[in-house]
């Protein structure tokens, strides 16, 4: 009997540990809920991630949480939130003055509203393509660019305006070949909009090899056919 007591005593105190670890457990659990269940990814990302936007313009940030999100912004003098309505996945921004301010997303569900992530708004100048309107002699190029920070992808709407090199970025290098006409450059930047100018392209006048209004000058790899 002595030996079934002390047997018994034994599998109490280790049915007891384990009672007790499992709630040990159960409370950690409870009072740590995991990424996962607050964002619904195990990175939180706003996007566009760093966009840079026009002074006045708009933009419409994401989150991509499980549950919804408190919005704030660092300056509301440079970013101020539109129209906002607290606890949502998306939010509309508007550039107020020249400058960046950082947007913050705290996400999570009650009372573990923890889960946080960041990105930054630049608000910077009109977005245009510089020198405007330019034109070109036949056999030339020149560069185009808009302000930083923005970047875009070029395009153009007429091969007698061709790339050369990349065609994305703040600026883009553009010639023309043997054929005369116009082509539209078109500059799509992202979060900050679209902008095109008209790049000109004529004969060179007899005599002259680059006459006031050709703005352009001899490319370094000109195209098939130039000289």
């Given amino acids: 009997m002595k030996n079934m007591n002390k047997r018994t005593k034994v599998i109490l105190a ?34 566009p991630s760093d966009p840079a936007i026009p002074n006045g313009n708009i933009v419409a940030l994401e989150v991509n949480a499980k549950y919804d999100c408190a ?85 153009s709407s007429d091969s007698v305006v061709s790339f050369y090199g990349a065609t994305t970025g703040g600026s883009v290098t553009v010639q023309s070949g043997l054929n005369v006409g116009q082509a539209v450059i078109t500059a799509e930047c992202g979060s900050a909009g679209t902008t095109a100018t008209t790049v000109q392209v004529a004969a060179p006048v007899q005599g002259l090899e680059a006459p006031p209004e050709d703005e352009g000058n001899p490319p370094v790899n000109p195209p098939a056919g130039c000289p």
């Fill in 14 to 47: 280790i049915v007891g540990i384990v009672v007790i670890a499992a709630i040990a457990i159960g409370v950690n659990l409870v009072g740590q809920p995991s990424t996962e269940s607050l964002s619904g990814s195990t990175v939180l990302i706003i996007t």
């Fill in 71 to 155: 919005w704030s912004s660092s300056d509301t003098n440079i970013v101020s939130l539109v129209n906002y309505v607290n606890q949502t996945k998306t939010v509309v921004v508007q550039g107020n003055a020249l400058g960046t301010a950082t947007i913050t997303a705290k996400c999570g569900a009650g009372v573990f509203n923890v889960n946080k992530v960041t990105t930054s708004v630049t608000v910077a100048g009109p977005l245009v393509i510089s020198p405007e309107l330019p034109k070109l002699n036949t056999c030339r190029e020149i560069k185009l660019s808009v302000p930083a920070p923005y970047s875009c992808n070029w395009k």
